[in-house]
């Protein structure tokens, strides 16, 4: 399974568990937010490791940079903090 499988199915099973999510939100929230994310994911099932999850921001960077066809040669604030959004979505979830 992919990290974008994982990571859709964990934000599915996130958005109904609310255990889950604020386990979730609290790691976001640590010196090492990463790396406590992918602990909890994989405490709870979910096969995101550390490693893909910053290459899986990265890679979703650089797709958005080549969609403007060499236009896009310095990245938008923002565009490249995939994790920090993941959080953002997380947090904002309701019951």
């Keep these: 399974m992919s990290i974008q499988d994982e990571l859709e199915r964990l934000m599915t099973d996130a958005k109904q568990?609310?255990?889950l999510r604020n386990k979730l939100v609290s790691a976001g929230r640590t010196d090492d937010p990463m790396n406590s994310f992918?602990?909890?994911c994989l405490s709870n099932?979910?096969?995101i490791y550390l490693g893909e999850l910053f290459a899986y921001g990265q890679d979703m960077n650089d797709s958005k940079l080549r969609s403007v066809n060499g236009g896009g040669v310095n990245a938008i604030d923002g565009w490249d903090d995939t994790f920090g959004m993941l959080i953002k979505e997380l947090e904002e979830m309701e019951d």
Excluded: N, P, R
Aim: aromatic share 12%; with cysteine; proline share 0%.
């Design 38 to 40: 992918c602990d909890v």
């Design 45 to 47: 099932g979910y096969e």
């Design 17 to 19: 568990d609310k255990s």
